[in-house]
C-alpha cells in the first residue's frame, strides 16, 4: 500500500541522518551550534508558507527546551549557522538548492530563508540542519504561475485552537487530506491564561497571560509541542494571518481589548503590541516584508494561483476604529452606521478594491476574520448585531460589496474564522435594503477547539436561522473547512470531530455546499 502523507513525512524524517550540505557531522559554520547533548533544537518543527510561482519561505526555530523560562527556548546569546537544503525527493538525492540563514537572538533563534528560483505549481522537500542536530522533514508546494490554466485547487481553512481548550484532533486528520496549502484565519494562540479543558491536561509553561515577548514567546512555544499542529505545517505550505488573541481579546488599532486593566494605557498597549507582533513573526513561515516594526506589521497581501483564484489576505485589526457602542451585541448602536467609521483603514481600502480590477482570476478569495454578513441575533423586529464584527462598520463592508459588484468580479467568496461556528451565508450589497442583490457567498469555519465540544446545533444557531434569512447553515462542533474548486464550482466541505476533550474524535463531513460560477448563492450540496 501507497505511504500515507504523514507515513511519508516520517520515513523522511527517519532517513535524514544523511549528510546534509554535504558537510561533516561536527559543524563548520560560521556561528557554529553548540552542542545540543541529547536535546532537540527543532522541537517546534519547521514549516513553509506563503507560496508563489518559483519559492517559498521557509521557517524553523532552534529551542532545545521550548518551555524554560525567559521565552529563550533554552538558547544561548550567539548566533547560530543554520543550514537548509530543498529537494524533489524526500531521501534529498534530487537536491535543488542549498544555503544558510543566521538565527539569532534577537528573533528568539529563528530563520525565515525565502527560496526562489523552483518550478511552479511542483511539490518539494526540505530540512534544516544546526551542529549536528537535523530536523524532521517538510513539504511544500509553490504556487501555478499567474495566468497558468490551472484545472484544480484544494485547500483548507483553519481558525481559533485554543490549546487548553483540547486536543488538536483536527489537526492529526487534516494532515491526511490531499491538500494544495492551508490557510490560518486568526488566533492561532490565546494571550489568556490557561484555562482546564483537556483530559489530564498538564501545564507546561505559566497560566498567566501573556502581556510582553518572553510570554508569548512562551505561549507559542505551547501551542507548537502540539504534535498534530507541527505534522500540519510539515504537510503543507500555510498562509496564516492574525486575529485579536495573538495580541489581547477585541483589540482595535491603538485601543486594547478586554485584557489585563493595566495595559489600557496607550504606550503600554503599544508595547504589548509590539510584543506580540514579534512573538507573531518568530514563530510562522512569513516573509521579511511581514517582519514587524515595533508596533506596526503588514499583514495584508494576495496570492495568485494560475488562472484559477487569487486569495486576498485582510488584517481587520490592525487598521479600524474602534468598536462602535463598546463592542457591545446591541439594536441601538447608531454609531455603526457612520460613513466616517472603517474596519480596514483607507490604504489597505483601496489595495483590495484595486485588486477587483486587476485580477483575471476565476475566484477572488477573501481571507478574513470577522463576521462580513449581517448576523442578527433577534428573530423580532430588531436588528441586533455585535459592532467588532463587519456589522460594526457598515459603510466599509458596503464599499467593498458594492465594488465586487460594480467592477465585474466575478466570483468573490469570503472565507471566515473568528465564530466557532460552522456558517453559510449569502452577502448583499447593501443589507439596509431588502431587494440588495447577493454579490457573495461567506463560509465561516468553526474552531479547531475553542469553546470546547460544541454540538451540532444549539439554542444560539436556532436563535440565528430564525433570525437571518441568508444564513443557509449552522453548526457548533470543532474541526476545519476543506474546499475544492475548479472553473466551474466551488465545493465546501464541512469537516467536524464529535469531541475535543479527550484525544481520538473520528471526523466526518457534516455538510457540502457548492457556489456555481457566475451564481453568487451557495447552494447545499
Given at each position: 500500500?501507497?505511504?500515507?502523507?504523514?507515513?511519508?513525512?516520517?520515513?523522511?524524517?527517519?532517513?535524514?541522518?544523511?549528510?546534509?550540505?554535504?558537510?561533516?557531522?561536527?559543524?563548520?559554520?560560521?556561528?557554529?551550534?553548540?552542542?545540543?547533548?541529547?536535546?532537540?533544537?527543532?522541537?517546534?518543527?519547521?514549516?513553509?508558507?506563503?507560496?508563489?510561482?518559483?519559492?517559498?519561505?521557509?521557517?524553523?526555530?532552534?529551542?532545545?527546551?521550548?518551555?524554560?523560562?525567559?521565552?529563550?527556548?533554552?538558547?544561548?546569546?550567539?548566533?547560530?549557522?543554520?543550514?537548509?537544503?530543498?529537494?524533489?525527493?524526500?531521501?534529498?538525492?534530487?537536491?535543488?538548492?542549498?544555503?544558510?540563514?543566521?538565527?539569532?537572538?534577537?528573533?528568539?533563534?529563528?530563520?525565515?530563508?525565502?527560496?526562489?528560483?523552483?518550478?511552479?505549481?511542483?511539490?518539494?522537500?526540505?530540512?534544516?540542519?544546526?551542529?549536528?542536530?537535523?530536523?524532521?522533514?517538510?513539504?511544500?508546494?509553490?504556487?501555478?504561475?499567474?495566468?497558468?490554466?490551472?484545472?484544480?485547487?484544494?485547500?483548507?481553512?483553519?481558525?481559533?485552537?485554543?490549546?487548553?481548550?483540547?486536543?488538536?484532533?483536527?489537526?492529526?486528520?487534516?494532515?491526511?487530506?490531499?491538500?494544495?496549502?492551508?490557510?490560518?484565519?486568526?488566533?492561532?494562540?490565546?494571550?489568556?491564561?490557561?484555562?482546564?479543558?483537556?483530559?489530564?491536561?498538564?501545564?507546561?509553561?505559566?497560566?498567566?497571560?501573556?502581556?510582553?515577548?518572553?510570554?508569548?514567546?512562551?505561549?507559542?512555544?505551547?501551542?507548537?509541542?502540539?504534535?498534530?499542529?507541527?505534522?500540519?505545517?510539515?504537510?503543507?505550505?500555510?498562509?496564516?494571518?492574525?486575529?485579536?488573541?495573538?495580541?489581547?481579546?477585541?483589540?482595535?488599532?491603538?485601543s486594547p481589548g478586554l485584557g489585563l486593566d493595566i495595559y489600557r494605557i496607550p504606550a503600554l498597549f503599544r508595547r504589548r503590541r509590539a510584543a506580540a507582533f514579534q512573538a507573531l513573526y518568530e514563530h510562522q513561515p512569513l516573509r521579511l516584508t511581514q517582519r514587524p516594526a515595533g508596533p506596526g506589521m503588514r499583514l495584508h497581501r494576495r496570492y495568485r494561483f494560475g488562472d484559477l483564484a487569487q486569495?486576498?489576505?485582510?488584517?481587520?485589526?490592525?487598521?479600524?476604529?474602534?468598536?462602535?457602542?463598546?463592542?457591545?451585541?446591541?439594536?441601538?448602536?447608531?454609531?455603526?452606521?457612520?460613513?466616517?467609521?472603517?474596519?480596514?483603514?483607507?490604504?489597505?481600502?483601496?489595495?483590495?478594491?484595486?485588486?477587483?480590477?486587476?485580477?483575471?482570476?476565476?475566484?477572488?478569495?477573501?481571507?478574513?476574520?470577522?463576521?462580513?454578513?449581517?448576523?442578527?441575533?433577534?428573530?423580532?423586529?430588531?436588528?441586533?448585531?455585535?459592532?467588532?464584527?463587519?456589522?460594526?462598520?457598515?459603510?466599509?463592508?458596503?464599499?467593498?460589496?458594492?465594488?465586487?459588484?460594480?467592477?465585474?468580479?466575478?466570483?468573490?467568496?469570503?472565507?471566515?474564522?473568528?465564530?466557532?461556528q460552522n456558517i453559510v451565508a449569502d452577502l448583499r450589497r447593501d443589507y439596509a435594503d431588502p431587494e440588495s442583490p447577493v454579490v457573495a457567498s461567506e463560509f465561516s469555519g468553526t474552531s479547531i477547539t475553542s469553546a470546547g465540544d460544541g454540538a451540532d446545533i444549539n439554542d444560539t444557531g436556532r436563535r440565528l436561522l430564525a433570525a437571518n434569512p441568508d444564513m443557509k447553515f449552522f453548526n457548533a462542533?470543532?474541526?476545519?473547512?476543506?474546499?475544492?474548486?475548479?472553473?466551474?464550482?466551488?465545493?465546501?466541505?464541512?469537516?467536524?470531530?464529535?469531541?475535543?476533550?479527550?484525544?481520538?474524535?473520528?471526523?466526518?463531513?457534516?455538510?457540502?455546499?457548492?457556489?456555481?460560477?457566475?451564481?453568487?448563492?451557495?447552494?447545499?450540496?
Open positions: 500500500m501507497p505511504l500515507s502523507r504523514r507515513q511519508l513525512l516520517q520515513a523522511g524524517i527517519a532517513g535524514s541522518a544523511a549528510v546534509l550540505v554535504g558537510t561533516s557531522a561536527v559543524s563548520s559554520a560560521r556561528f557554529p551550534a553548540p552542542r545540543w547533548r541529547g536535546e532537540d533544537p527543532f522541537g517546534l518543527g519547521v514549516a513553509s508558507g506563503d507560496p508563489t510561482l518559483d519559492g517559498v519561505v521557509l521557517w524553523t526555530r532552534l529551542a532545545p527546551d521550548p518551555l524554560a523560562p525567559g521565552g529563550r527556548g533554552g538558547m544561548g546569546w550567539d548566533p547560530v549557522t543554520v543550514e537548509y537544503e530543498v529537494a524533489h525527493d524526500e531521501s534529498f538525492r534530487k537536491v535543488v538548492t542549498r544555503g544558510t540563514a543566521v538565527a539569532t537572538r534577537e528573533l528568539a533563534h529563528s530563520v525565515h530563508p525565502e527560496i526562489h528560483g523552483l518550478e511552479p505549481a511542483r511539490w518539494y522537500f526540505y530540512r534544516f540542519r544546526a551542529g549536528s542536530a537535523i530536523s524532521p522533514v517538510g513539504r511544500t508546494r509553490t504556487a501555478p504561475a499567474p495566468g497558468q490554466p490551472t484545472p484544480r485547487m484544494r485547500f483548507a481553512f483553519a481558525s481559533c485552537q485554543s490549546w487548553s481548550s483540547g486536543f488538536y484532533t483536527a489537526y492529526e486528520h487534516m494532515s491526511e487530506e490531499d491538500l494544495d496549502l492551508v490557510v490560518h484565519l486568526g488566533d492561532y494562540i490565546y494571550e489568556r491564561g490557561w484555562r482546564r479543558g483537556r483530559e489530564g491536561m498538564s501545564m507546561g509553561v505559566d497560566r498567566g497571560e501573556a502581556v510582553d515577548l518572553p510570554s508569548y514567546r512562551l505561549h507559542y512555544a505551547q501551542y507548537k509541542a502540539e504534535q498534530p499542529l507541527r505534522d500540519a505545517h510539515a504537510a503543507f505550505p500555510w498562509i496564516v494571518t492574525m486575529d485579536d488573541h495573538e495580541v489581547d481579546n477585541n483589540w482595535a488599532a491603538d486569495i486576498t489576505m485582510l488584517d481587520t485589526r490592525q487598521y479600524r476604529d474602534r468598536q462602535a457602542c463598546g463592542g457591545d451585541v446591541t439594536a441601538h448602536c447608531v454609531d455603526r452606521l457612520d460613513t466616517d467609521r472603517t474596519m480596514l483603514g483607507a490604504q489597505q481600502r483601496n489595495w483590495l478594491l484595486d485588486g477587483f480590477t486587476g485580477s483575471p482570476a476565476r475566484w477572488q478569495i477573501i481571507g478574513n476574520q470577522v463576521a462580513m454578513g449581517q448576523t442578527d441575533n433577534d428573530p423580532g423586529p430588531d436588528t441586533v448585531v455585535s459592532s467588532d464584527s463587519w456589522d460594526g462598520y457598515v459603510a466599509d463592508r458596503n464599499t467593498v460589496l458594492g465594488a465586487a459588484a460594480d467592477r465585474g468580479v466575478r466570483n468573490l467568496v469570503v472565507i471566515t474564522g473568528d465564530r466557532h462542533q470543532r474541526g476545519y473547512v476543506l474546499v475544492d474548486l475548479n472553473h466551474h464550482l466551488w465545493r465546501n466541505d464541512f469537516r467536524v470531530v464529535p469531541y475535543i476533550r479527550r484525544p481520538g474524535a473520528p471526523i466526518h463531513t457534516r455538510a457540502s455546499f457548492v457556489v456555481q460560477d457566475q451564481r453568487p448563492s451557495a447552494i447545499e450540496a
